[in-house]
DNA sequence: TATTACCGACAGGCAGTCGGTCTATGCAAA
DNA sequence: TTTGCATAGACCGACTGCCTGTCGGTAATA
C-alpha cells in the first residue's frame, strides 16, 4: 500500500537510513538500491526528495554540520565556565571522546569515506576556530594568553587535532597517543603564550575523569 | 596491429595516461574505457597489469609518494645549507610554489581526488615530518631551536602547511593568505622555541625570490 | 481540481571477468 | 649456426551484472 508523508519527514527518514548504511559501507559501497529497501521505498521516491546521490551526502552532511557547530557554540556561549576548561570541553565536543557528537563522527573516518569525511573536515576547519578564537580574546584580556594571531593559532590546533586524535591517517600505539596529547598542549600552551603548565593541569581532570576512572 | 611491451613499461605508460586523466577528472569522473582509450590497450591488458581501478591509484601514489619524499630527503640531507633555510627549503618543496613537485601536487587537491588527496596525505605526514625532525634536532644542538618535542612540532607544522596553504578546504583571499603565512612563522617560532624573527628573516628572502620578483 | 508525494520499468554506462590469441624467448635437435 | 618447438606471459574484446539517474504515469491530499 502506498504510503505518503510530508517532504520533510521523508527526507529525514531518508537521511537516516543513509547515515547508518554510509557507516556500515561507506558512501561509495552504499547502493541507491540499499537506500531504498531499508527506507522502504521505490527510486522515484528517494530522487524526488534528492536529486542524486551526492545531494543526499550534502545533506546529511549539513545535518552533521549544524549540531557540531551548535553544540561547539552552546560550550563556548557559557561564560560561567573558566576559560580555559571552556576551551578544552570545545575541542572535545569535537574530536575526543565524551562529545555528544562521539557516536556521529565515529564511522566517518574510514578510508571508503574519504569525500565525506572531507566536507566535514571543511565545515570543522572553518566553523570551530571563530567559536574558540572568541575564547581567547576573552583570555587575553583577562592576561592568560598573549598572541598577535588568536585566529591562526585556533586553526592550527583544530586541524591538528581533528587531523592526528580524530583520523586514522597517523597510526599510533596508545603510548604514542598519550605522549602526543602532552606535546599538543605544550604546544598549544607555547603557541598562546599561556604560562607553562596552565593549559596541562585543567587537562589532566578530563584525561582522567572522562575516560580511565570510567572503567 | 597487436604490440607487446615489457610488464614494466606498459603499467608506467598507464600510469602516465592515468595521472594526466585524474587530473582532468578526478579519480571517479575517470572511466577505465577513457583510460583504455588514451592508451590504446584492451580491457584484458589494463586488468591483466592492474587488478582495479584502486589499485592503478594506489600505483600512481606510490609514484608521487616516492617523488616527493625522496625530494625532501634530497633537500635535508645538504648540510651545507644553513638549518633555517634548509628546513623552509623542504617545507617549500612539498607545499608551496618553486618545488618540483609543484606539478605533481597541483590536480590533487580538487573535491573530486577526496580518496587519492587522502592517500597523498597519509604519505606527507608520516614521511615528512621524521626529515624535518632530523633537522630540528641539529637545529636544538645549535642552540637555535629548544623544544622538548620536535618530532610532534614538525608533525603540526607539516599538517597545518599542508591543509592550509596546498589544499581548498580554506578559503582564502590572496591577503589573508600572506597574513596567514606570517602567523604561520611567528608561531612555529614560539613552537620551536626559536629567536622570535629568526624564521621570518630567511622566510623573506624566499617570499620574493621566488614569486613576486619574477614578473 | 491541482498539487505533490510516490511508483517502477527502463536506458546508458560502468568495473571487472574470462576464455582464448598472439608473440617473444629459451632450448633442443638437425 | 640454423631450425623447430614449447612455454610464459602480454594482450584481446565480448560479456555479465550492477548501478545511477530518468520519465511517464498513478494515487493521495488539500
Redesign the interface.
Given at each position: 500500500m502506498r504510503v505518503v508523508k510530508k517532504a520533510e519527514d521523508r527526507k529525514n527518514e531518508i537521511l537516516d537510513a543513509v547515515d547508518e548504511l554510509f557507516g556500515q559501507k561507506g558512501f561509495d559501497g552504499t547502493s541507491t538500491n540499499d537506500i531504498l529497501e531499508k527506507v522502504g521505498i521505490a527510486r522515484g521516491t528517494l530522487y524526488h526528495h534528492f536529486k542524486s546521490k551526492e545531494d543526499i551526502m550534502d545533506a546529511l552532511i549539513d545535518r552533521y554540520a549544524v549540531r557540531l557547530i551548535d553544540g561547539a557554540q552552546e560550550v563556548a556561549a557559557d561564560k560561567s565556565i573558566p576559560i580555559v576548561e571552556r576551551i578544552i570541553r570545545v575541542v572535545m565536543a569535537l574530536n575526543l571522546s565524551g562529545g555528544s557528537s562521539e557516536q556521529i563522527m565515529e564511522h566517518i573516518h574510514k578510508?571508503q569515506n574519504?569525500?565525506m569525511?572531507?566536507k566535514i573536515?571543511?565545515v570543522i576547519?572553518?566553523g570551530v576556530p571563530p567559536i574558540l578564537t572568541e575564547i581567547i580574546r576573552e583570555g587575553i584580556q583577562q592576561g592568560l594568553f598573549s598572541t598577535?594571531?588568536p585566529y591562526?593559532?585556533m586553526?592550527?590546533v583544530v586541524?591538528?587535532a581533528s587531523?592526528?586524535f580524530d583520523d586514522d591517517?597517523?597510526?599510533m600505539t596508545e603510548k604514542e597517543r598519550s605522549s602526543?596529547i602532552v606535546?599538543?598542549v605544550?604546544?598549544v600552551e607555547?603557541?598562546l603564550?599561556a604560562e607553562s603548565g596552565s593549559l596541562m593541569d585543567v587537562m589532566g581532570m578530563f584525561g582522567e575523569g572522562d575516560e580511565s576512572s570510567r572503567d
Open positions: 578510508p574519504a569525500l569525511h572531507q573536515q571543511k576547519i572553518n598577535p594571531f591562526e593559532c586553526e592550527m586541524i591538528y587531523t592526528v591517517l597517523v597510526v602526543r606535546a599538543f605544550c604546544n607555547r603557541l603564550g
